[in-house]
């Protein structure tokens, strides 16, 4: 499956009021190879493994495969992954037909909130919201892989 995203920074925290549901997410990295990732992530209760291929140029695009798995395999697979866990909480919020996935990162990369949207298409027009900031499709340090290894609270901003 291929999966079309475009990716953001937020703003401000306004989304909080609009959200319609938050989860806790855990994830770990047992690669983070740009040419295939393999996340393993426990959302609350819910466990999942993804292999993600490389991005298209633009970052717009890539390859995505997702299993679920149960809780205790993922607490076992998360013990195997790379040093830095990532630890989120995921907000959904819905403007006009489009869903927006908006993270606000704790640990090692808190300060940092980033807004995704999923796409059917490259060129498909979407909602850009008042807390909808800067666009960093394509930047791979905002990949949540290249954050587990180089997380925000290191970058000289």
């Known amino acids: 499956m291929i999966e ?3 990716k953001f920074l937020v703003n401000n925290n306004t989304f909080k009021e609009q959200a319609f549901k938050s989860v806790k997410i855990v994830q770990g990295f047992l690669s983070t190879n740009p040419e295939r990732t393999v996340r393993i992530r426990l959302k609350d209760d819910v466990g999942t493994m993804t292999v993600k291929g490389k991005s298209s140029g633009d970052g717009l695009s890539r390859f995505e495969w ?3 798995i149960s809780k205790p395999d993922a607490l076992d697979l998360l013990e195997l992954c790379e040093d830095v866990k990532i630890d989120k909480t995921r907000y959904l919020v819905k403007v006009e037909n489009h869903t927006f996935e908006i993270d606000v990162f704790n640990l090692d990369n808190e300060g940092l909130i ?4 999923e796409l059917n298409s490259e060129n498909e027009d979407f909602p850009r919201p008042e807390w909808l900031g800067k666009e960093v499709t394509g930047d791979i340090k905002y990949y949540n892989s290249q954050l587990s290894k180089q997380p925000f609270n290191i970058w000289n901003n």
Do not use: D, G, S, Y
Request: hydrophobic fraction near 40%.
């Open 4 to 6: 079309i995203e475009r």
């Open 66 to 68: 997702e299993k679920e």
């Open 114 to 117: 980033i807004a995704e949207v």
